[in-house]
């Protein structure tokens, strides 16, 4: 069974701070990871996606993916309180275009 | 321009009612995608068309029917629903077929089932 795993949360970090958000995979063969960003009854859109070892950095966010570790996490700079949101990790193998989805870390970013 | 429209934004429906969701992408993408997503879950994969044709269906119930009529839109027809069938019902397209590219959702169609 191929899983994506991330804490629930809530994270709180107080709004200038770097918040970090975590998940672990199960599945080896997993090449492509994308970080989803869904408020309240809203869609989830997509921030961050990585397909290589290492840090990848775009304005206030920082993805990073340690395949050797099966790791990958998004840090943000600076959180602001319009950050607060659930950020859902996904990743997926090639050959067919299934994602599997983490359950989602709410962040809760306060003044 | 990552458009990805959905159509209606609210549905509410009887149970032997028949309705229709519609969405829509001019982006050229060759992949798309119905999700199902219920409160505080992540998005539940339904169907992939890949090139016009239904490559993934995930043991979706039959009242549940894909349609992709071309390479822009993809349909998703609905017929005798049940209560536990309410849920955000969100549409994807991504650019490349057969292997993972990024995804886009549309807004997705809050559904309610009465």
């Known amino acids: 069974q191929k899983e994506v795993e991330q804490n629930s949360g809530p994270l709180s970090v107080p709004e200038g701070a770097i918040a970090s958000l975590n998940c672990t995979y199960s599945d080896r063969g997993s090449q492509s990871f994308f970080w989803y960003r869904q408020y309240s009854g809203k869609s989830p859109e997509l921030i961050m996606f990585i397909y290589s070892n290492g840090d990848k950095e775009d304005g206030r966010f920082t993805a990073q993916l340690n395949k050797a570790s099966q790791y990958v996490s998004l840090l943000i700079r600076d959180s602001q309180p319009s950050d607060s949101a659930t950020y859902l990790c996904?990743?997926?193998?090639?050959?067919?275009?299934?994602?599997?989805f983490g359950a989602g870390t709410r962040l809760a970013v306060h003044p | 321009d990552t458009e990805v429209t959905q159509t209606p934004k609210h549905l509410v429906m009887g149970m032997t009612n028949k309705k229709s969701l519609k969405c829509e992408q001019h982006?050229?993408?060759?992949?798309m995608y119905w999700y199902k997503q219920k409160a505080k879950k992540p998005p539940e994969l339904m169907f992939v068309?890949?090139?016009?044709?239904?490559?993934i269906n995930e043991s979706v119930p039959s009242r549940f029917s894909p349609e992709c009529p071309n390479s822009s839109l993809l349909n998703l027809h609905l017929h005798a629903l049940q209560p536990e069938d309410s849920a955000l019902y969100l549409c994807a397209s991504s650019l490349r077929s057969g292997e993972i590219g990024e995804q886009y959702f549309g807004p997705g169609t809050r559904l309610t089932v009465t």
């Open positions: 982006m050229g993408h060759r992949a």
């Open positions: 068309y890949s090139y016009e044709k239904l490559s």
């Open positions: 996904a990743g997926g193998s090639g050959g067919y275009n299934k994602l599997i």
